[in-house]
């Protein structure tokens, strides 16, 4: 089977994401709801998106827009018809009656559902329908979530299956999990009662909401969001019809229908239009006072709001250790929460599944969970695991394990994919160094550097991990969220507040000399990118030799940003790229100007398409819809390059002064009509000093070091300003730039 055309039916959240996904992966697909206007409106709203959810939206006509009468032929033609209408039953009935009368042969019906059993989905439809017709469940966003769960039923023409699940894992980049049909399958079954649980016990142990997120977030390896937070990203009122349908179709007994007990407050917030960030605001909420926005949050006793307090834990990276070991209320609500997920995950094995591995997954790939529940007990320890937990009857894998206090109990990972991905690697690997920063990998004759810090962030040590590394053909990838969100603001401004310029100087020289180095060496170097890839990261991306990146990459040099240039070496690659172009041969200031541009807007491209007309990717990179198969594809380009030669070095011809003065005209405009302040002019006319070469001109050459010096210079003269201070420590607390 190959699937060449698609139809989806339904154009709400979930249809118009399946549509506009498939359209990333370059498959023609029709889109038809009720209305040909609703469809439309449907189109428009992929077009708009923000996070967009289509990679290139030069491609939105590859969508086709109709609705289910005039338009349903479209169906005869299609391999593949998803069904994304509301979750009615007796509507999706009449909807399965009409595509099976309507498809050609072998063409896979599924359906979208995330509550309806396929034995029910499926009670109307004969054998031979039945063999082609299977739930396909994806998450919203679609493009950015990771998670499908195939669900199928017992006529299902396995072949069939699976060339649909090899389909969505390598054209859509799915981690496609098949499960059994239980209610919520593995994701939502674990992922809601974790939410639920986390709700429940800090009320249970009176924490605030913010406390809450705090520890049921970054520390456990959940995304910051953490219960509350993502409850009102959901919506209230969806999760409360989230929670009857569980109420409804698990049975009386199951620990579940426990957490899943209406709570007043809850009821309330609905009930005042409440629902979360869709309506007036939910456990957390922004209110205007005097001109100022403040962010307040619910007390969950009394119901009134007040401005939400940081909670810092002191905790960087996940660490569940360090969380229940805690001798304090958090510490209890910790252990209370993660002993509780464990248990009831496991009390499920094998009922909802036999691999308990692909709980896990489901929970990496459909929640972005750093560790899913086993993985938690894992990393907890078995012993001390069993030592202080208070009883688990019937529960199967447990009891198993409370006899075996295996500590290696795990095995493989990712067992659902045939990819070799990373995760299935690192336990064959050798790990042959690490530090506070990265962990470094020897897997046959290639070394593999893995970022460890919160968001991958660098420094000193991230750099001696990739020099130290480089004895060997080197792959630079990691498992977690993002490849890095640049240097690590923190470690350089805790140098600044000392006025120890002297230390962030030779740190920025040795990012420097390892990005040369990473260029350089004399065995290729592979960077795999995924999630964001800013400031340093890109800096140390776009220096390696080669590059394979995940399509969904957030990419920039976002340095002006806080007021600073990029040092490692980013604005020369940048600069080095645009000046083989042929536009720059003719005229020698068109590169500089064009990477003025692109660097003082700090330009951010959120895909490798929008990438690569920037630049900060070549076309010759490899870019991947999957990102399980970066490691795999890292890794066949080193055995493609096995007689890689390392790159010329290249010299750079610059006009000067009249290219900087050039540049500072531009400057004096945006700063005449407002768009930049004091701190900005300044910052741009840095970046211009350095993209116009400092003080040379077009008859002289310019080496790499040259270039690099320039961008130290300018770095360490805008550090040590205390407007470029003020703007760090402004992103810092609040993630947000600073305009000044
Ligand atoms: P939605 O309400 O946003 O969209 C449903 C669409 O179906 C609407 O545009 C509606 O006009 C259309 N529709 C209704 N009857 C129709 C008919 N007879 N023919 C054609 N179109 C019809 O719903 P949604 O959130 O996109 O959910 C769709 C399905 O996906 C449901 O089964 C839901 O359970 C499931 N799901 C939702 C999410 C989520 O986060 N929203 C996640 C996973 C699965």
């Not at 992922?191 to 639920?196: D, E, K, L, S």
């Not at 179709?249 to 199951?254: I, M, V, Y």
Request: proline share 4%; charged share 30%; with cysteine.
């Amino acid at each position: 089977m190959e699937i060449k055309k698609v139809v989806v039916i339904g154009s709400g959240t979930m249809g118009s994401g399946i549509a506009a996904h498939l359209c990333n992966a370059n498959v023609p697909v029709t889109l038809l709801d009720l209305t040909t206007e609703i469809s439309q409106k449907a189109r428009e709203r992929i077009h708009k998106s923000r996070p967009p959810l289509l990679i290139d939206k030069s491609k939105i006509d590859n969508i086709k827009v109709g609705n289910i009468n005039d338009d349903f032929d479209s169906v005869k033609h299609a391999d593949w018809i998803v069904e994304a209408v509301v979750e009615r039953i007796d509507i999706k009935h009449n909807i399965y009656e009409k595509i099976f009368k309507s498809r050609k042969p072998g063409a896979i019906v599924s359906s979208n559902t995330s509550s309806i059993p396929i034995k029910v989905l499926s009670e109307k439809l004969n054998d031979n329908d039945k063999k082609d017709f299977c739930i396909t469940h994806f998450f919203n966003p679609v493009r950015y979530m990771g998670l499908l769960e195939i669900v199928i039923n017992e006529n299902n023409d396995l072949d069939q299956i699976n060339a649909l699940k090899k389909f969505c894992e390598k054209e859509l980049g799915k981690g496609a999990i098949v499960c059994n049909d239980t209610p919520g399958f593995l994701g939502n079954r674990i992922g809601v009662f974790a939410m639920q649980v986390a709700m429940t016990e800090a009320i249970k142990l009176k924490l605030t909401i913010e406390e809450a997120d705090a520890i049921f977030g970054r520390p456990m390896g959940i995304p910051k969001t953490g219960v509350f937070g993502l409850y009102d990203l959901i919506g209230i009122d969806l999760m409360s019809d989230v929670l009857k349908s569980f109420i409804k179709e698990l049975s009386k007994n199951d620990p579940f229908q426990e957490v899943a007990k209406e709570i007043p407050l809850i009821t309330n917030l609905i009930k005042t239009g409440y629902t979360g960030r869709k309506g007036k605001g939910g456990f957390y909420r922004m209110n205007k006072q005097q001109n100022q926005k403040i962010l307040e949050a619910i007390n969950l006793d009394t119901g009134e709001y007040f401005p939400t307090k940081k909670i810092d834990l002191g905790i960087e990276t996940v660490n569940l250790n360090l969380l229940i070991d805690r001798k304090d209320k958090y510490g209890e609500y910790a252990w209370s929460v993660i002993s509780k997920i464990i248990k009831y995950a496991s009390s499920l094995v094998p009922g909802i599944t036999d691999k308990f591995n692909d709980i896990d997954e489901a929970m990496r790939l459909g929640f972005n969970w750093a560790m899913g529940p086993f993985e938690m007990l894992k990393s907890i320890g078995v012993k001390k695991f069993f030592d202080r937990i208070d009883g688990f009857e019937n529960n199967e894998f447990l009891e198993g394990l409370s006899k075996t206090k295996d500590e290696n109990f795990y095995g493989e990972r990712q067992k659902y994919t045939d990819i070799e991905t990373l995760g299935k690697i690192k336990p064959k690997a050798l790990k042959i160094d690490k530090n506070k920063s990265a962990d470094i990998y020897r897997f046959k004759d290639f070394n593999i550097v893995e970022f460890t810090t919160k968001a991958c962030a660098l420094d000193y040590d991230s750099m001696d991990a990739l020099k130290n590394a480089t004895d060997k053909p080197l792959i630079i990838i990691n498992e977690s969220m993002q490849f890095s969100a640049g240097v690590n603001l923190t470690y350089t401004m805790n140098f600044a507040d000392k006025g120890d310029f002297k230390s962030i100087e030779k740190f920025i020289k040795y990012f420097q000399d390892t990005c040369k180095h990473l260029k350089y060496s004399n065995h290729p170097v592979i960077s795999a990118p995924s999630g964001l890839v800013l400031g340093g990261g890109e800096e140390v991306a776009i220096q390696s030799n080669f590059v394979v990146a995940h399509t969904n990459i957030v990419m920039g040099l976002v340095e002006t940003g806080v007021g600073l240039v990029p040092a490692g070496g980013g604005c020369k690659e940048v600069l080095w790229r645009w000046s083989q172009t042929e536009e720059a041969k003719k005229d020698p200031n068109f590169a500089p100007l064009k990477v003025f541009n692109i660097i003082g807007y700090a330009t951010t491209a959120t895909s490798t398409v929008e990438a690569e007309p920037l630049k900060f990717l070549k076309p010759e990179d490899k870019k991947v819809m999957n990102r399980n198969s970066l490691f795999e594809e890292a890794k066949k380009l080193l055995l493609e390059n096995k007689d890689f030669k390392p790159p010329e070095e290249c010299k750079f011809k610059l006009s000067g002064k009249p290219l900087k003065d050039k540049m500072v005209k531009l400057l004096e405009k945006l700063y005449n009509d407002k768009v930049i302040l004091d701190h900005g002019f300044k910052v741009g006319e840095e970046l211009a000093t350095v993209l116009s070469g400092g003080d040379t001109s077009l008859d002289k050459d310019l080496s790499e070091d040259n270039l690099y010096n320039l961008e130290l210079e300018s770095f360490m003269r805008l550090i040590e300003t205390k407007e470029t201070q003020a703007r760090i420590k402004h992103t810092l607390s609040t993630g947000k730039p600073l305009v000044n």
